[in-house]
């Protein structure tokens, strides 16, 4: 909300989420993250960019969120699509070098939504 109480479209938003095939990520983070940005208008896109040391690839790190999304109650059929739209995922070594990596898939998306 603005300052005069009136709603504004937020622009492209990018959530890097450490840790997020762990139990506090899919048990707390995804599900809120689930509430504030279903429905939202299409022109104020979010995603989601995970990142951990299992390599799990996108189609894994959706497929545990949806079942996470499902079990907090949420409609199964609108967390499928959501997880598809929104999660994509990024393997980290295990080294702290290896947060490093990180920078290609952050710059991508800002220059995607420039």
């Known amino acids: 909300m ?3 109480g009136e709603n504004r479209a ?3 938003h990018l959530f890097v989420i450490i840790g997020a095939s762990g139990d506090l990520a899919q ?20 995603q ?3 990142a951990g ?11 545990k969120t949806r079942q996470s999304l499902v079990a907090a ?3 199964p059929k609108a967390a499928a699509a959501w997880c598809k739209d929104l999660i994509q995922y990024h393997c980290l070594g295990p080294s702290p070098g290896d947060f490093d990596t990180l920078s290609p898939p952050i710059a991508e998306h800002g220059t995607a939504h420039e």
């Not at 040391?53 to 497929?63: C, F, Q």
Request: aromatic content about 4%; hydrophobic content about 35%; charged content about 30%.
């Open 2 to 4: 603005t300052m005069s």
């Open 10 to 12: 937020a622009g492209p």
């Open 27 to 46: 048990r707390k983070l995804f599900p809120v993250l689930f509430d504030l940005l279903s429905g939202r208008d299409p022109g104020a896109r979010a």
């Open 48 to 50: 989601i960019l995970g």
């Open 53 to 63: 040391s299992r390599d799990i690839g996108d189609a894994g790190l959706r497929e």
């Open 73 to 75: 109650g949420k409609d």
